[in-house]
């Protein structure tokens, strides 16, 4: 595991920014962007995974966003 820390705070943006900077730097494959609140459904990050394995020509990939207070809705 590889914790980043910025010298100050650069909002959710800059966060984001910082960490797909490594990403580029190391190679990855893949990056997913979550915010510190985020719950992430046990099998959305093998489903898109596995979407992206099976259709390499889709450039990007993400699940469906649901309200807390209102789960049947949306966002």
């Known amino acids: 595991m590889t914790l980043l820390q910025n010298a100050?705070?650069?909002?959710g943006s800059g966060g984001f920014n910082t960490?797909?900077?490594l990403v580029l730097e190391k190679g990855y494959s893949y990056a997913m962007c979550?915010?510190?609140d985020a719950m992430v459904d046990e099998q959305a990050i093998a489903e898109l995974y596995t979407y992206l394995e099976q259709h390499p020509d889709t450039g990007m990939a993400g699940a469906r966003v649901y309200h807390t207070q209102m789960p049947e809705y949306v966002q």
Do not use: K
Not at 8 to 11: D, F, G, I, T, V
């Open 34 to 36: 979550l915010d510190d």
């Open 8 to 11: 100050e705070n650069l909002r």
């Open 19 to 21: 960490g797909l900077r």
